[in-house]
């Protein structure tokens, strides 16, 4: 196995698998490609194509990525995981809107495994939730989410700053697991990615996507640092609100106390926590 944590190692990559119980056990495939645009495109590509449950793509370079409101989101060959999950749920339409946070929780939770303790904002964006590493206030991106519906099937998107240094960085208040101090291998971190979001997606499906008994909703709610927090939230249509997030509710929106105690929940739009 290669010792460059650049060198992508497809060893690494089987070895990792067949640890994990729940990944080697027939969900997939994973195709990993040396570069490619966009994951998420290429991956529903192959749900057009009949792409079963669980197949992947990963990218060892990621040159034209997307993030949440057209932002662009590039992986730099051999320092960032970017990866993309087919997901086929069986449960009802509206209860969908939780893949994003399912997803966020899932990765967290590899990250935690991996020894570095991540929250999230609402409704996808993964943190270090501590000062930036040019003095600004945090918390401090490490990666991101998007999900797309693609016919029946869900496309989930995630990418993780792995081993990007301090001038690979692509804003300055954004972090890699390098710059944290935890050293974590892309081929392992993909499979932890991967059994940690099997094992969410299941019990949520068991749930019939109720986000109350399957214990995603509290699961959200404790690694979300929007909640609590005065947040500034522009609305489709420039409409803004200000207020503090004070909770999630069971169709995974943001709920806002606004300034004049009125509550309101919000779906989309990009939201953004007051230091």
């Given at each position: 196995?290669?010792?460059?944590?650049?060198?992508?190692?497809?060893?690494?990559?089987?070895?990792?698998?067949?640890?994990?119980?729940?990944?080697?056990?027939?969900?997939?495939?994973?195709?990993?490609l040396?570069?490619?645009?966009?994951?998420?495109?290429?991956?529903?590509?192959?749900?057009?194509?009949?792409?079963?449950e669980g197949?992947?793509?990963?990218?060892?370079?990621?040159?034209?990525?997307?993030?949440?409101l057209?932002?662009?989101?590039?992986?730099?060959?051999?320092?960032?995981?970017?990866?993309?999950?087919?997901?086929?749920p069986?449960?009802?339409?509206?209860?969908?809107?939780?893949?994003?946070?399912?997803?966020?929780?899932?990765?967290?939770?590899?990250?935690?495994d991996?020894?570095?303790?991540?929250?999230?904002?609402?409704?996808?964006?993964?943190?270090?939730?501590?000062?930036?590493?040019?003095?600004?206030?945090?918390?401090?991106k490490?990666?991101?989410?998007?999900?797309?519906?693609?016919?029946?099937?869900?496309?989930?998107?995630?990418?993780?700053?792995?081993?990007?240094?301090?001038?690979?960085?692509?804003?300055?208040?954004?972090?890699?697991?390098?710059?944290?101090?935890?050293?974590?291998?892309?081929e392992?971190?993909?499979?932890?990615?991967?059994?940690?979001?099997?094992g969410?997606?299941?019990?949520?499906?068991?749930?019939?996507?109720?986000?109350r008994?399957?214990?995603?909703?509290?699961?959200?709610?404790?690694?979300?640092?929007?909640?609590?927090?005065?947040?500034?939230?522009?609305?489709?249509?420039?409409?803004?609100?200000?207020g503090?997030?004070?909770?999630?509710?069971?169709?995974?929106?943001?709920?806002?106390?606004?300034?004049?105690?009125?509550?309101?929940?919000?779906?989309?739009?990009?939201?953004?926590?007051?230091r």
């Amino acid at each position: 196995m290669s010792d460059d944590p650049r060198t992508w190692d497809d060893a690494r990559l089987a070895a990792a698998l067949d640890r994990s119980a729940r990944v080697g056990s027939g969900w997939g495939p994973i195709a990993v490609l040396p570069s490619t645009g966009s994951t998420n495109a290429d991956a529903a590509d192959q749900v057009r194509e009949g792409a079963p449950e669980g197949f992947t793509v990963v990218a060892d370079e990621q040159t034209d990525g997307r993030g949440r409101l057209g932002r662009a989101w590039e992986s730099p060959a051999g320092a960032g995981l970017a990866m993309s999950v087919v997901l086929r749920p069986v449960v009802i339409d509206r209860r969908w809107t939780w893949l994003p946070l399912l997803a966020g929780v899932a990765v967290t939770d590899a990250l935690r495994d991996a020894g570095l303790t991540a929250s999230l904002t609402w409704p996808n964006d993964v943190m270090v939730d501590h000062d930036a590493h040019d003095g600004s206030p945090g918390p401090r991106k490490l990666g991101g989410i998007l999900v797309e519906r693609v016919e029946d099937a869900v496309v989930v998107g995630i990418g993780v700053n792995v081993d990007l240094d301090r001038d690979e960085l692509p804003v300055p208040r954004a972090t890699s697991t390098r710059l944290e101090g935890v050293d974590v291998r892309r081929e392992d971190l993909v499979v932890a990615v991967l059994d940690r979001l099997r094992g969410h997606y299941v019990r949520w499906q068991l749930a019939d996507g109720d986000p109350r008994s399957c214990g995603l909703l509290d699961a959200y709610a404790a690694r979300c640092l929007t909640l609590g927090r005065s947040v500034h939230a522009t609305l489709p249509g420039d409409v803004v609100l200000e207020g503090e997030g004070t909770g999630i509710d069971d169709d995974g929106r943001l709920v806002v106390r606004l300034r004049d105690g009125a509550l309101r929940s919000v779906s989309a739009g990009d939201v953004t926590v007051v230091r």
